[in-house]
């Protein structure tokens, strides 16, 4: 199917059909003082040449610095094929096409996307996609209280180890809807989320808890003794997890007795290049009994009425288009073009080479980390095992160290002071399988510089207990 | 023309209550709703023991063109839903007046039933809406 737009020729027919002299027409009816005129800001369309050039210099001013930042999204190597396959004409489209069967390769694409992300988190159905992971959150816990019969309050558990953005993004979406988001406080020595922090609301009625896996620390959760006291309380599990570690972990399907009810996350990580923060693409799957709760499109596999297979939009009821205010979601769409990649992705790695990627990811975070604190101005801040970042703290000035290795073009983490104070100068690092032993000790060489230059006489702290 | 039971009382949103012997009320919904609606696949109902109020709406019925909020007609507190819906939705759309019916109220005000119109009032009124 191509996506070409209507001709100048269309636009006239059209137009000389319904008997409108111009396009303009068609908005007579908004009276002329609600109409904006022009937007301020904008400047003028560019031609191709010129924002060729202009982005040419911007990307260059990114420079190609080597990343031991995640944080949230990460550098991992896309196979060539990927993007190859996914800007063909056939594919190259960013939404699911509103005449959605005319397009049954899209529709199959999207579905064989959905038999993946099933099986990848152990759960029943996966919708076509979401905007990203922060705003799967959102959906997550709107759904979770729409989909929690047995529970009458809006409460859910949120702990401080989710992502702060996710956290930022679901307060702002559900905090007028009545939503009580209560924040949990996590193990400061561990860095994980303590059973014992949930004991206050023994008793009391919550209609979710939300647990990250591996949580924003890179730290791995008691996801399975989280998950039954959620359960045996009556709230519903929403797992926010990172693909990759999925492959390694056991997925949300299988946490605790029964596994968590509903699973997002960021799907950025499968197939789609870091590009200066988007756009990516959030993934959700649920148990089936919530099918009718969760937000978003999805494909299904059916036969026409000569008995060939054929796919079709389905559980279209719950949707904007049929439902307005009531519909599941008034804000969400699919990522059509970065789940392609990402369909293409994973058929490309397979089961094994993601599990391979994944496990590479946490070896060389392993050896990241051995190399950084062989300096001993430099400890983990957690003791808690972790996937494949860690937060690492300095007893020197984190920030001007992180400005000096800037300077070296490396981006050697995230500083969590700004959203964890506690923590004081801590820095989140990480490896992908793109970091190289040589990079490590690259990164390990550059860093004892700047922290000698930092400290002169060396570190101003007592030496490590061996 | 569709099947219009005088015996029973009809809401604008396509309601219909029956008063019963033991003073509760069964609420369903009209066959001309189900006809426009078209093959049921979902029923979402209340909850036995949930307080509902008149007019508000407190039941989904899902068909292949539209999810549609079934408003009750009465007040009251919900005491029985038709659980053999979940298995059989299709149960609307061949029984809207049988066992196809939705959910069973005992009313905290029972005349809020005068409010609703009789079979002919309803079929005058979808004569005048088909207009």
């Known amino acids: 199917m191509p996506f070409i737009p209507h001709t100048e020729a269309d636009v006239k027919d059209m137009l000389t059909a319904i008997g409108a002299a111009g396009i303009e027409n068609l908005f007579d009816e908004i009276p002329a003082g609600l109409r904006i005129g022009n937007l301020h800001g904008v400047p003028d369309g560019l031609n191709e040449q010129e924002i060729s050039h202009l982005m040419l210099e911007r990307a260059e001013r990114d420079g190609r610095p080597l990343c031991f930042l995640g944080a949230g999204a990460y550098d991992h190597h896309v196979p060539a094929a990927v993007w190859e396959i996914t800007t063909r004409g056939e594919f190259y489209s960013a939404y699911t096409p509103y005449q959605a069967e005319a397009s049954q390769g899209t529709l199959q694409l999207i579905y064989e996307y959905q038999t993946m992300m099933t099986g990848l988190t152990g759960l029943d159905v996966s919708n076509a996609s979401l905007y990203d992971g922060a705003s799967g959150l959102a959906e997550a816990v709107l759904m979770a209280i729409r989909g929690n019969r047995k529970s009458k309050s809006h409460r859910v558990l949120l702990p401080t180890t989710v992502h702060p953005h996710y956290r930022k993004t679901a307060r702002t979406i559900v905090k007028n809807q009545g939503v009580e988001l209560v924040e949990l406080p996590y193990d400061p020595r561990g860095g994980n989320t303590l059973a014992a922090a949930l004991k206050s609301w023994e008793g009391q009625d919550v209609a979710a808890l939300v647990i990250q896996q591996p949580n924003f620390f890179g730290v791995l959760e ?26 390694l972990l056991r997925p949300p ?11 997002i996350g960021e799907g950025q990580p499968l197939g789609v290049p870091l590009m200066a923060g988007g756009p990516y693409f959030g993934f959700m799957c649920c148990k089936q009994e919530l099918v009718r709760q969760m937000p978003g499109r999805i494909v299904g596999r059916t036969i026409d009425r000569d008995g060939r297979a054929g796919f079709t939009l389905t559980l279209q009821a719950r949707e904007q288009h049929i439902r307005r205010s009531k519909a599941t979601s008034n804000i969400c769409t699919n990522q059509g073009l970065l789940v392609t990649a990402a369909t293409i992705y994973l058929s490309l790695l397979g089961a094994e080479g993601l599990k391979r990627v994944a496990q590479a990811c946490h070896e060389q975070t392993r050896r990241l980390v051995a190399a950084l604190t062989e300096n001993e101005c430099v400890e983990p801040v957690f003791d808690r095992p972790y996937f494949h970042e860690t937060p690492l703290r300095l007893k020197v000035p984190v ?15 995230y500083l969590l002071g700004k959203e964890y104070p506690e923590l004081g100068d801590a820095l989140l690092v ?11 000790a690259l990164y390990a060489d ?14 101003p702290v007592q030496p490590k207990m061996a | 023309m569709s099947n219009i039971p005088v015996e029973l009382k009809y809401a604008k949103s396509h309601e219909w209550a029956r008063h019963n012997d033991d003073g509760t009320v069964t609420v369903g919904i009209s066959d ?23 007019a508000e709406a ?5 068909s292949v063109k539209a999810a549609s909020d079934v408003y009750t007609p009465v007040s009251g507190e919900v005491v029985e839903v038709n659980e053999a819906l979940s298995d059989a939705p299709e149960k609307v759309n061949q029984d809207a007046y049988g ?33």
Do not use: K
């Not at chain 2, 109902?45 to 509902?52: C, D, S, Y």
């Open chain 1, 430 to 440: 990480c490896a992908t399988e793109l970091r190289t032993d040589a990079d490590i």
């Open chain 1, 222 to 247: 008691e996801v399975d003794e989280l998950t039954d006291w959620a359960h045996a309380r009556g709230a519903l599990v929403i797992g926010v997890a990172n693909p990759t570690a999925m492959a």
């Open chain 2, 99 to 131: 066992d196809g019916w939705l959910f069973r109220v005992q009313p905290s005000d029972a005349s809020e039933l005068d409010a609703l119109m009789n079979g002919d009032a309803y079929a005058e009124f979808l004569a005048a809406e088909a207009h």
């Open chain 2, 58 to 62: 407190c039941a989904v019925v899902e």
């Open chain 1, 399 to 413: 920030e001007g160290v992180v400005r000096a290795l800037h300077a070296h073009n490396l981006l050697p983490g």
């Open chain 1, 253 to 263: 399907g299988q946490w605790g007795t029964d596994g968590a009810d509903i699973a």
């Open chain 1, 446 to 459: 550059h860093l004892n510089r700047v922290v000698a230059a930092q400290t002169r006489a060396g570190c």
């Open chain 2, 32 to 54: 001309n709703a189900q006809d426009q609606l078209g093959d049921m696949v979902y029923v979402e109902l209340p909850e036995a023991g949930q307080t509902v109020t008149a």
